[in-house]
T-cell receptor, first 113, second 112 residues
Framework: AQSVTQLDSQVPVFEEAPVELRCNYS??????LFWYVQYPNQGLQLLLK??????LVKGINGFEAEFNKSQTSFHLRKPSVHISDTAEYFC???????????FGTGTRLQVFP | ETGVTQTPRHLVMGMTNKKSLKCEQH?????MYWYKQSAKKPLELMFV???????ENNSVPSRFSPECPNSSHLFLHLHTLQPEDSALYLC???????????FGSGTRLTVV
């Protein structure tokens, strides 16, 4: 069965600093990978996804993620964060056999002025 | 607006009440999902419907009763809930797994 690990439950960072949110998955087969963002009292919104092709994926709000097959990772990065990026971020991996997504436990990004 | 609409946005109910949560999508998706999100806990998948048929029930207590009359509508009927059932209930839909899920804004449920 697929699983997703988001090692950092919270990441504090100052405004305009770079940030990396880590995501590792367990799979021996091809997968699809996703990052979602959740603002307070809202649903999850798709930031970006990797299906195939270029390992560097660009998403909305200046975020990007890099797929690394050998390390089974899909870390999310932003070179300069804003206060408005404060939110919960979820990594998800496809389980193609069950035809569903498996979500990580989330990382709370807190941006300070 | 994501294309998945959940109503109501907020609900306060007593433990003896019966209420229903509604989810609606007109994205042409065939699968719909109910998730529970409690404070400081991971997302919990409750139910999955595919083409109106329930394909997954993750040991959810019977006080939660889902209904999917067609591929565009999903309900969650609630009765005799407990305070620990207070949470954000999220609905999502999808067409194919590679497209990801589209989530609604959720219903914030408080059981008193």
């Amino acid at each position: 069965a697929q699983s997703v690990t988001q090692l950092d439950s919270q990441v504090p960072v100052f405004e305009e600093a770079p940030v990396e949110l880590r995501c590792n998955y367990s799979s021996s087969v091809s997968v699809y990978l996703f990052w979602y963002v959740q603002y307070p009292n809202q649903g999850l919104q798709l930031l970006l996804k990797y299906l195939s092709g270029s390992t560097l994926v660009k998403g909305i709000n200046g975020f990007e993620a890099e797929f690394n097959k050998s390390q089974t990772s899909f870390h999310l990065r932003k070179p300069s964060v804003h206060i408005s990026d404060t939110a919960e971020y979820f990594c998800a991996v496809s389980d193609l056999e069950a035809d569903k997504l498996i979500f990580g436990t989330g990382t709370r990004l807190q941006v300070f002025p | 607006e994501t294309g998945v609409t959940q109503t109501p946005r907020h609900l306060v109910m007593g433990m003896t009440n019966k209420k229903s949560l509604k989810c609606e999508q007109h994205l042409g998706h065939n699968a719909m999902y109910w998730y529970k999100q409690s404070a400081k806990k991971p997302l919990e998948l409750m139910f999955v419907y595919n083409f109106k048929e329930q394909t997954e029930n993750n040991s959810v207590p019977s006080r939660f009763s889902p209904e999917c009359p067609n591929s565009s509508h999903l309900f969650l009927h609630l009765h005799t809930l407990q305070p620990e059932d207070s949470a954000l209930y999220l609905c999502a839909s999808s067409l194919r797994v590679e497209g990801g899920y589209t989530f609604g804004s959720g219903t914030r449920l408080t059981v008193v």
